[in-house]
């Protein structure tokens, strides 16, 4: 965040990644909207990118990078953003992203700290999108579960932010490459409280428990698990499943805002009118205790 003013403040970001999808354009589309759910996060208006792409010039044909860059610019237009530049390398392997600025009052931004006793979680956008993007790698991916993973990643949460902008809310994060219960670590820790997850309660995309069963999981799902269970209150005999779910690492997924328990109705049917995945209650922040994470399996 840069303050220009007591009116404006920049928030400025970037993501890149290599191809979680083998269609070129929906890998652009993907990469887009995932780089611009950071400023989303942090309630601010995102209006400029800049292209990031890496591209092995003499392995693939051009026509894939232009259907990349296509993918990209069609979400930034959606969003209203305009693309105005960027940078591409020769690299051995393809990787694309954005290099994002966005706009907001200083007194309206949102972070990851700030999370109050009493509050409720909301989440807008189902979890499962790393196991089912290393089921499309893998080749066992069903047609319908992939599709289903693409829309739900080429979705903006530029709805859910309106709606947190206007409604108020206490802390927001979303939800990334660290997993569910990464990305709330971050928002107990810098808010100083504990956080209740309902798992039963948590929207998951179709087809992510049978993958799981089949033990396809990402390595990140792995490592992100290994870091964050030493932080977690677990249930008795919770299975390791289960775990991967929570821990899953997310691409471009939705938004955890903690919002007051007397106001979460009226976000959940703000997030609803602005056409967001779902807004779905998932837990709450507790006093501080003696794990900053506690799962409750029902």
Same mark, same amino acid.
Not at 51 to 58: G, V
Not at 176 to 190: D, P
Not at 220 to 227: D, I, Q, Y
């Given at each position: 965040?840069?303050?220009?003013?007591?009116?404006?403040?920049?928030?400025?970001?970037?993501?890149?990644?290599?191809?979680?999808?083998?269609?070129?354009?929906?890998?652009?589309?993907?990469?887009?909207?995932?780089?611009?759910?950071?400023?989303?996060?942090?309630?601010?208006?995102?209006?400029?990118?800049l292209?990031?792409?890496?591209?092995?010039?003499?392995a693939?044909?051009?026509?894939?990078?232009?259907?990349?860059?296509?993918?990209?610019?069609?979400?930034?237009?959606?969003?209203?953003?305009?693309?105005?530049?960027?940078?591409?390398?020769?690299?051995?392997?393809?990787?694309?992203?954005?290099?994002?600025?966005?706009?907001?009052?200083?007194?309206?931004?949102?972070?990851?700290?700030? =999370?109050?006793?009493?509050?409720?979680?909301?989440?807008?956008?189902?979890l499962?999108?790393?196991?089912?993007?290393?089921?499309?790698?893998?080749?066992?991916?069903?047609?319908?579960? =992939?599709?289903?993973?693409?829309?739900?990643?080429?979705?903006?949460?530029?709805?859910?932010?309106?709606?947190? =902008?206007?409604?108020?809310?206490?802390?927001s994060?979303?939800?990334?490459?660290?997993?569910?219960?990464?990305?709330?670590?971050?928002?107990?820790?810098?808010?100083?409280?504990?956080?209740e997850?309902?798992?039963?309660?948590?929207?998951?995309?179709?087809?992510?428990?049978?993958?799981?069963?089949?033990?396809?999981?990402?390595g990140?799902?792995?490592?992100?698990?290994?870091?964050v269970?030493?932080?977690?209150?677990?249930?008795?005999?919770?299975?390791?499943? =289960?775990?991967?779910?929570?821990?899953?690492?997310?691409?471009?997924?939705?938004?955890?805002?903690?919002?007051?328990?007397?106001?979460?109705?009226?976000?959940?049917?703000?997030?609803?009118?602005?056409?967001?995945?779902?807004?779905?209650?998932?837990?709450?922040?507790?006093t501080?205790?003696?794990?900053?994470?506690?799962?409750?399996?029902?």
């Open positions: 965040m840069y303050r220009i003013d007591d009116e404006m403040a920049l928030v400025m970001t970037t993501d890149f990644f290599t191809p979680i999808v083998d269609d070129p354009f929906d890998f652009g589309r993907i990469a887009a909207a995932n780089a611009l759910s950071d400023v989303y996060a942090m309630g601010a208006d995102p209006f400029a990118a292209n990031l792409a890496c591209f092995p010039r003499d693939l044909p051009l026509s894939v990078l232009t259907d990349i860059l296509r993918g990209g610019h069609a979400i930034c237009e959606a969003a209203g953003v305009a693309v105005i530049g960027g940078h591409t390398i020769d690299d051995p392997e393809p990787k694309f992203g954005l290099a994002v600025t966005g706009r907001v009052h200083p007194d309206r931004i949102f972070t990851n700290a700030g =999370a109050a006793v009493g509050d409720l979680l909301v989440l807008t956008k189902p499962g999108t790393g196991i089912i993007g290393t089921a499309i790698k893998q080749g066992h991916a069903d047609p319908a579960h =992939a599709r289903t993973a693409v829309d739900s990643m080429v979705a903006l949460n530029r709805g859910a932010a309106a709606a947190m =902008a206007a409604m108020g809310a206490n802390a994060t979303d939800i990334t490459g660290f997993g569910l219960l990464g990305h709330l670590l971050n928002i107990a820790r810098e808010s100083a409280v504990s956080l997850i309902d798992y039963p309660s948590l929207p998951v995309l179709p087809g992510v428990h049978d993958y799981i069963a089949r033990e396809i999981v990402p990140g799902t792995e490592r992100n698990l290994v870091a269970s030493p932080e977690v209150a677990w249930p008795v005999d919770f299975p390791e499943s =289960a775990r991967f779910l929570l821990a899953d690492a997310q691409t471009s997924g939705g938004l955890v805002i903690s919002v007051p328990a007397d106001h979460a109705d009226q976000l959940i049917t703000a997030i609803e009118r602005e056409g967001a995945p779902c807004a779905v209650v998932i837990g709450r922040v507790v501080s205790a003696a794990a900053p994470l506690i799962v409750r399996a029902g």
